[in-house]
C-alpha cells in the first residue's frame, strides 16, 4: 500500500503561481511512477504531469507544457507540480496518483493504483 497526501492548494490570482506537493508513504520502493490529475466542477477527471520514479521521463498534457514543471525528490519520498501564469481555467481539484506497475498509461486513471485526497486549487480572475 502507498499513502498520499497532496497540500499547496489554495487561492490565487491570475498570472499568479503555486507548487503542490505530494509526500508518499508506505511501500513507496515498489512505486514506478507518480502523477497528477485535476477535476474540475462538473467535470471527468483529466491528466495534468507525470513523472517515473527516476526521474528520467516526465509526461504532460499538451495544453498545459510550458506553464507546469513536474519534479520529485526521492529522498523526501515527495512530488511537486510547479504551476505558473495560472488562469481561472485551471481551477480544480488536483490529485496525485501512484502507479505500483509498469505500464504506459501514464495519461489515464487506470494507469494509476493509488490516489491521494485532492487539494482544492482556485484562481480567481
Known amino acids: 500500500q502507498v499513502q498520499l497526501v497532496e497540500s499547496g492548494g489554495g487561492l490565487v490570482q491570475a498570472g499568479g503561481s503555486l507548487r503542490l506537493s505530494c509526500a508518499a508513504s508506505?511501500?513507496?520502493?515498489?512505486?514506478?511512477?507518480m502523477g497528477w490529475f485535476r477535476q474540475a466542477p462538473e467535470k471527468e477527471r483529466e491528466f495534468v504531469a507525470a513523472?517515473?520514479?527516476?526521474?528520467?521521463?516526465?509526461y504532460y498534457s499538451d495544453s498545459l507544457k510550458g506553464r507546469f514543471t513536474i519534479s520529485r525528490d526521492n529522498d523526501k519520498n515527495t512530488v511537486y507540480l510547479q504551476m505558473n501564469s495560472l488562469k481561472p481555467e485551471d481551477t480544480a481539484v488536483y490529485y496525485c496518483?501512484?502507479?505500483?506497475?509498469?505500464?504506459?498509461?501514464?495519461?489515464?486513471?487506470?494507469?494509476?493504483?493509488?490516489w491521494g485526497q485532492g487539494t482544492q486549487v482556485t484562481v480567481s480572475s
Open positions: 513523472i517515473n520514479w527516476s526521474g528520467r521521463n516526465t
Open positions: 496518483a501512484c502507479a505500483a506497475t509498469i505500464n504506459s498509461y501514464y495519461q489515464f486513471l487506470r494507469g494509476y493504483d493509488y
Open positions: 508506505g511501500r513507496t520502493s515498489s512505486t514506478y511512477r
